[in-house]
């Protein structure tokens, strides 16, 4: 059977799930989950909709979270934007998780503070 039309209609399937492009993303950020004490988590990708991580415990979908993140703005590195978002997938992955989260509403400001970090972020991306 010829593979490239196994992979044209696995990448149809993920484009039609996933409504925004993802950037690919590696580093540390702070994860909260509802009720619990920070944990690290490691950030796999991040684009307008949400963004996956790896996690070191389990985590239930629905529950809210929020994320810390440290945003690249050009010169001004180092600000922090924290956004709650919905944990919409997670799975065993070894002795880590992987988790897919889903955001909540946020304001206009704080929606337009990661639009501009992503839009850095895609400028960096290898091609």
């Not at 992979?7 to 950037?23: D, E, G, W």
């Not at 629905?62 to 924290?82: A, F, N, P, R, S």
Request: glycine share 8%; charged share 20%.
């Amino acid at each position: 059977m010829d593979n490239s039309l196994l992979n044209n209609t696995h990448n149809a399937k993920i484009s039609q799930r996933r409504q925004h492009l993802r950037l690919t993303a590696m580093g540390v950020v702070t994860l909260t989950v509802q009720g619990e004490e920070p944990q690290e988590a490691y950030l796999a990708s991040i684009g307008r909709g949400g963004f996956g991580v790896y996690l070191h415990r389990p985590v239930k979908v629905k529950q809210l979270v929020v994320m810390t993140l440290k945003l690249i703005e050009g010169d001004q590195d180092g600000q922090e934007l924290k956004v709650a978002a919905r944990i919409r997938w997670a799975k065993s992955a070894g002795q880590l998780y992987m988790v897919g989260l889903q955001f909540e509403p946020m304001s206009d400001q704080r929606y337009s503070q990661l639009l501009r970090h992503l839009n850095v972020m895609e400028e960096l991306q290898l091609p």
